[in-house]
């Protein structure tokens, strides 16, 4: 840490990262986590066809739908959400998560410490950058 700062940039390659499918039918990387930032959470998951995954979120949450669908059952709605699309979820929110195909996603949660996820300081495989000649 220099001045403050944890890390100035880090280019995270997803040929470079490691999908690993647990019980629940799912996979997260929490790329940005308390290893490299003091704040802000994020990454990429993978939910499998069939997943699942009940939860309530303690942080708010940031999802962009990469490939596949998604639904994100709240209550007695469904919210189905596609590649390209973008779904924000309040802190406190109970709901479910469910693939009826695989689906990947970017997803970013604020404050980074109420995650499970990000709370951990964990480091993933980055690229360097090139330097200017």
């Known amino acids: 840490m220099e001045n403050g700062v944890l890390e100035i940039v880090r280019l995270f390659k997803q040929d470079q990262q490691q999908w690993t499918v647990d019980e629940s039918q799912s996979s997260i990387l929490p790329l940005v986590n308390r290893s490299n930032s ?34 994100l059952v709240v209550n007695d709605k469904i919210y189905q959400a596609a590649a390209g699309d973008v779904l924000w979820i309040p802190e406190g929110t109970a709901l479910t998560y469910s693939a009826p195909n695989d689906v990947k996603f970017f997803y970013s949660v604020y404050p980074l410490q109420n995650s499970p996820s990000t709370g951990t300081q964990t480091q993933y495989p980055h690229q360097e950058p090139l330097t200017l000649a």
Do not use: P
């Open 38 to 71: 003091k704040a802000l959470g994020a990454g990429m998951g993978l939910f499998v066809a069939g997943c699942h995954m009940e939860w309530t979120v303690s942080y708010d949450e940031v999802l962009f739908i990469h490939d596949g669908e998604l639904e």
